[in-house]
């Protein structure tokens, strides 16, 4: 299989923060990843068991795992990594939607998958097609639109690409759109899409890293009871012994409500009603959560 360059290290942001990180077969990686997180616990699978006694790879305290991922499962728990670093992984596979939510398995739900895919619309893939011949036969290509479905569909929740490009012969580029082939965003001279695919949206991303599932799981329940009116009071009560023991601060609690209830202003008319000594603690929430200017319109309470 061609392999390109470890580019997807591209896709680290400063505040990237990776304990626990899987390499699928994309070893290059592993120097480059062990410099910028050197407490993390890096775990390696791969199916050529030579590979962990090279040199580049010996030193680096990696896990190892030796199988052929494409026909065997991962020897992990569910929601086990931060992040999986796998280059071209779906371009050589029977099913690449298995693969794909497999993968997404094994993240936490703060968790991403780097990855990459040959552009089937570059210029290079379509003058083979020109010409009468195609060495990849047994490859799966993929336009953009078409693995980001694949990915949406795969449990990911934001998708995000960076492109890697191999300029065109001026004639040949020419020709392409002479016949209709469209050049968004430089398509037909992207060789390679870079991937970042996360399990949550940013701000829910946000969210779930601040604090525990079991604590999030009871905030959720108890925000819902609070907005459908079951047992009240109760559970203002509830809410506000679980904001006080896990120390949470106000900005959270109304991007949580944001996030969580649909019928917000029902929910802050029971919170604001049953709040009692909390009253200013809830109102500053729904400050935060419509604004100042907001607040008449959202009907005080």
Not at 77 to 88: G, H, Q, T
Not at 209 to 232: G, N, P, Q
């Amino acid at each position: 299989m061609e392999k390109i360059k470890p580019l997807l290290l591209d896709f680290l942001q400063a505040g990237d923060d990776f304990k626990r990180i899987l390499v699928v077969e994309s070893l290059a990686y592993l120097p480059g990843l062990r410099e910028r997180f050197p407490a993390a616990e890096i775990h390696a699978a791969a199916a050529d068991e030579e590979m962990a006694e090279r040199e580049e790879y010996r030193q680096l305290s990696v896990v190892w795992h030796f199988l052929e991922y494409r026909e065997e499962p991962l020897p992990f728990p569910k929601e086990f990594f931060d992040v999986i670093f796998s280059d071209l992984t779906l371009e050589h596979v029977a099913n690449p939607q298995d693969i794909a939510a497999g993968f997404s398995m094994f993240l936490k739900q703060t968790g991403c998958w780097f990855t990459s895919f040959r552009n089937i619309r570059c210029w290079k893939i379509l003058k083979q097609l020109m010409d009468g011949h195609y060495s990849g036969l047994v490859s799966r290509l993929y336009a953009r639109p078409d693995f980001e479905k694949l990915l949406y569909a795969s449990f990911y929740k934001e998708v995000r690409m960076l492109p890697v490009r191999k300029e065109a012969p001026q004639e040949l580029l020419e020709r392409l759109l002479a016949c209709g082939f469209e050049n968004l965003q430089g398509d037909l001279e992207t060789e390679f899409w870079l991937v970042r695919a996360a399990r949550s949206m940013p701000e829910l991303s946000l969210l779930k890293s601040m604090y525990t599932f079991e604590e999030r799981k009871a905030l959720s329940r108890i925000l819902h009871r609070i907005e459908y009116d079951i047992e009240t009071k109760k559970s203002v009560r509830a809410f506000w012994e679980l904001y006080e023991r896990t120390g949470m601060f106000e900005d959270y609690a109304a991007e949580f409500v944001h996030e969580a209830v649909m019928h917000r202003e029902h929910f802050y008319e029971n919170l604001l009603r049953w709040s009692a000594e909390k009253a200013d603690a809830a109102m500053r929430m729904k400050v935060l959560e419509y604004g100042p200017a907001g607040i008449a319109k959202a009907g005080d309470s």
